[in-house]
């Protein structure tokens, strides 16, 4: 048996650490660490060697694995090592590794963004190398890990990361490519509802959108956005994450996204952090998309961190916006420091050539004490109860299923099995739950495009208000294109049928998602069963 990925760090709190890696065999997962002691005089005499003294284990035999270490000491150093078990008793333990809590409020810390990098490994691997070089504290990717399949993961991401990933958390972003394949949830942990999240990392508020899922104004996701931002506004600093650049002086200027930027400039966000163009490229401060020093949203493209820099799509445009500071087609990553008055993003490329700086300032004043930013998953496959929530009684690709609001439920079933149960009883954003349809990895343009589908299952509601709904979703290269969902259903109903026409879907579909939701600031219980697409 062999450790075929990993281990790699996820998910980190100042108290929490996820630690995951994959295996060949179905085996049992258990992480040994370790406090590691002060400096002091060992820095002369040398390290002690760690005894591991603690551990966490997980019994069930799988195939990846994640465990999460609690009740640790914030900003602090532990040394780990994981060990797996297959059922005939042949093991395997990793090399010793360590990781750092996350920091206290006021201290500084770093970290490292790219996306695109799925093309040329080397130049990957050399970003990495250097990302783990400067001993960032975490690294937040753009999006595009791996090319369309879930196969493609382990040579376009994990291969290149391993020596970055077991030192250093990383917080993922959805791409297009990332989007076809299921690797994005099976592989990464992050906070509830997964496809989009929030974190806080010191002083500062983190938010990772997702541009392959609906967005628009009223959709689960801007409501979520909105009510985030209004929660962490007093954050010293704001960042946002997504993969399709609202500015960007190319064709992969998806200007769509822009509705997102009022929210961001009525909240005081400072900088976005966007990919999809494979180059980069920086923006002056921008309000309302117009030059704005005292009070505009700094916009970044990293989409260099391991793209062919030869290919027609890497190059400059014939003409860059007059609101651009700098564009250069060149493989990168931005490194960016955070301290409470100071924020510093450096450009840096493969070979370690700084390129471009920009440095922030702001009043420190009393730093406000961030809340929790949102749930921590556990694991990333198996709800509390052990059960694998994949299939819904149908193929393999699993549901993604936002806790708490959705659960498994063997209670009420329209036809026996499972069902899904929805719950709001209010006060928080509505999350939808999803699945991917009609195609695998990635074939949707061969499998699914000028065709039309009826989407239908069975709903039962329980005083619901605002109505709860199932609908279809399809993204393209430009992220989320389209979606049609059926008409509300509200009261109190027994198991009811609900269909909703699909309409003959473009040449360019890169997905297609079932989604069970609500509508924005519904309430109530529901029920979803037998659920199924049918070509028409």
Not at 235 to 247: I, R, S
Not at 461 to 488: A, C, I, Q
């Amino acid at each position: 048996m062999n450790i075929t990925c990993g281990p790699y760090l996820q998910n980190v709190t100042k108290h929490s650490m996820t630690i995951m890696w994959h295996t060949d065999e179905p085996s049992t997962s258990r992480v040994e660490y370790e406090r590691a002691e002060e400096l002091g005089w060992s820095a002369y005499v040398g390290i002690p060697k760690p005894t591991y003294s603690e551990r966490v284990e997980d019994d069930r035999l799988v195939m990846i694995h994640a465990i999460t270490l609690e009740d640790l000491d914030e900003e602090w150093k532990y040394h780990y090592r994981v060990r797996s078990v297959a059922a005939a008793g042949n093991s395997v333990t990793s090399e010793a590794a360590s990781f750092r809590t996350a920091v206290k409020d006021d201290s500084p810390f770093s970290f490292v963004t790219y996306g695109d990098d799925m093309r040329a490994h080397d130049a990957h691997k050399r970003n990495a190398d250097l990302a783990r070089a400067y001993r960032t504290t975490i690294c937040v990717g753009a999006g595009d890990a791996a090319q369309d399949v879930i196969a493609r993961y382990q040579g376009d991401f994990f291969d290149c990361t391993h020596e970055l990933l077991k030192y250093t958390p990383w917080f993922a972003t959805m791409g297009n490519h990332d989007s076809p394949n299921e690797g994005f949830f099976r592989y990464f942990s992050y906070p509830e509802p997964r496809y989009w999240y929030s974190f806080n990392y010191g002083c500062a508020h983190f938010i990772v959108l997702n541009t392959c899922m609906d967005y628009r104004p009223g959709s689960e996701q801007w409501v979520w956005l909105e009510q985030d931002l209004k929660s962490f506004q007093d954050a010293q600093w704001k960042f946002v994450f997504f993969h399709h650049p609202p500015y960007c002086s190319s064709d992969c200027e998806i200007s769509r996204t822009r509705v997102l930027c009022p929210l961001f400039e009525e909240y005081g966000v400072d900088i976005v952090y966007n990919a999809h163009a494979t180059r980069y490229e920086r923006f002056h401060p921008l309000t309302e998309g117009r030059y704005d020093a005292a009070n505009g949203v700094v916009y970044f493209v990293s989409g260099g961190g391991g793209y062919d820099m030869s290919l027609p799509c890497s190059q400059h445009w014939d003409h860059i916006h007059s609101v651009s500071a700098l564009a250069k087609s060149v493989n990168h990553f931005l490194l960016t420091d955070v301290a409470p008055g100071e924020c510093c993003v450096r450009a840096i490329d493969e070979y370690d050539n700084l390129f471009d700086t920009l440095t922030l300032t702001k009043p420190t004043g009393k730093l406000a004490s961030l809340p929790h930013a949102s749930l921590q998953l556990p694991y990333p496959d198996l709800p509390e109860s052990g059960t694998v929530v994949a299939g819904f009684e149908e193929r393999v690709a699993r549901w993604v299923l936002p806790r708490p609001q959705y659960v498994i439920d063997a209670k009420s079933t329209h036809s026996g099995g499972k069902s899904i149960r929805w719950r709001n009883d209010g006060g928080e954003p509505v999350l939808p739950a999803i699945r991917r349809v009609i195609h695998e990895d990635g074939k949707a343009r061969e499998t699914a495009a000028g065709k039309s589908y009826e989407v239908s299952g069975w709903i039962r509601t329980e005083d619901v208000s605002g109505g709860v709904t199932l609908s279809l979703s399809w993204s393209g290269d430009m992220g989320f294109l389209n979606r049609v969902e059926s008409t509300p259903l509200t009261g109190t109903n027994d198991w009811t049928l609900v269909k909703v026409a699909v309409p003959p879907l473009p040449d360019y579909v890169y997905w297609c998602r079932v989604v069970l939701s609500a509508k924005p600031g519904a309430t109530g219980t529901a029920w979803f069963d037998d659920v199924q697409v049918v070509e028409m």
